[in-house]
């Protein structure tokens, strides 16, 4: 089986919704097509949709030249194949995101073709029962991450606070505050409050999404949050230099988190080595791709890191999250936007068709490849 076209189409949910409040911006998709008919699906995050579609294409294209004609073997060959031939060029930024888009959606195809769900290709279950928040299987638990229209103060507490409270109605088990733009005394307000809304049992973190410059300030806002029982504190530092991180987590009980816009597994590397983080937050694409984020999750191993892929995308690439997480045995947690309480008829119709989530948990897959179907009528609603 050889690969024959590359296909890209773009969906999102339009200039009306905004995406800073939950919609879906414009998203480049990637279908890789071969000579027996089966297909694979990726989505491509944070990438321009013009960079994808200039990119990826036909055989004269920067990706097609690479792939097209290849037959479809393990992903990890055709991984190396890319990364061998791009090594004189800028091996981070939107060509890894890219060939992490490839990877995914070949992984799809591979999986198809052998039968079988991609977590047991990647290795299989590798943690037990007990490792599991609550029952009897193996499951994978999304945390839903919380944001709010505006930022800052009553509006902001309140407003993610409902959110929370309506998620855990609903069976969730785990949530993520974002206090964005926000004051110290903010942040430990909206926590305080959440984890008063949610009770002592239900699973708590926070995000400040870059928020502090200096590391005496964060120690204080973590020494206040300390005694809400917070699973993770997300990126407190803008990310380029890993020491401030490191500074904090040797003054902080809270486990540190970072790695949303991480590009291979060496930069996740010097985060848990220079950085001192003890949870990584691969996305499945960004990363480089499966098969990267399956490296990664081998060196956390190794050091006791939690790896919790990120998502604050669609279930399209939820779905492949759902495979890491179902093989990885560091992974209690993958990021989940939930479409119950945002404005986006895009994410609501990508989520129903996506991994069902019944009493806050999602199933091992059993389709084989990631078992992610994009129905036509969604394609046609939602095509930009
Ligand atoms: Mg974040």
Known sequence: MKITQLEVFVIGDGPDIDPDKGGVEPIACIRVHTSEGLTGLSEVFRIPPG????????????????????????????????????????????????????????WDLYGKMLGQPVWKLLGGVQRGVFQSTVGSEVE?????????????????????????????????????????????????????????????????????????????????????????????????????????????????????????HGVTRWEFLDMMDRGGVSVIQPYMTTCG??????????????????????????????????????YSPVTPFIEFAPA????????????AAGFPVENGAIKLPKHPGIGYELPEEILNSFRM
């Open 140 to 260: 994978i638990v999304p945390y839903c991450t919380l944001v709010s229209d505006t930022w800052g103060g009553e509006a902001m507490i309140s407003q993610q606070v409902s959110r929370a409270e309506t998620l855990a109605s609903l069976g969730y088990r785990a949530f993520k505050v974002e206090p964005m733009m926000s004051t110290p005394a903010d942040v430990v307000e909206l926590a305080r409050r959440c984890r008063t809304c949610i009770g002592e049992d239900l699973t708590l973190m926070v995000d400040v999404g870059y928020l502090f410059n200096d590391v005496s300030t964060a120690v204080q806002v973590c020494r206040e949050l300390e005694p809400l029982n917070i699973a993770f504190f997300e990126t407190p530092f803008p990310v380029d230099t890993p020491e401030p991180y490191a500074k904090l987590a040797a003054r902080t009980s809270i486990p540190l988190a970072m790695g949303e």
């Open 340 to 351: 119950e309480v945002f404005e986006s008829p895009l994410r609501r119709e990508l989520q």
């Open 51 to 106: 960079v994808v579609q200039a990119t990826v294409g036909d055989r004269d294209s920067f990706f097609g030249r690479l792939l097209i004609g290849q037959e479809v073997t393990h992903p990890e060959r055709l991984w190396q194949h890319v990364w061998d031939s791009l090594m004189h060029t800028n091996r981070r930024g939107w060509e890894i995101i890219i060939l992490g888009a490839l990877d995914v959606a070949i």
């Open 289 to 326: 791709g499966l098969t990267e984020a399956k490296r990664i999750v081998e060196l956390a191993v190794a050091r006791g890191v939690q790896v919790c892929p990120g998502n604050w995308s669609t279930q399209i690439l939820g779905a492949a999250s759902v495979h890491l997480a179902a």
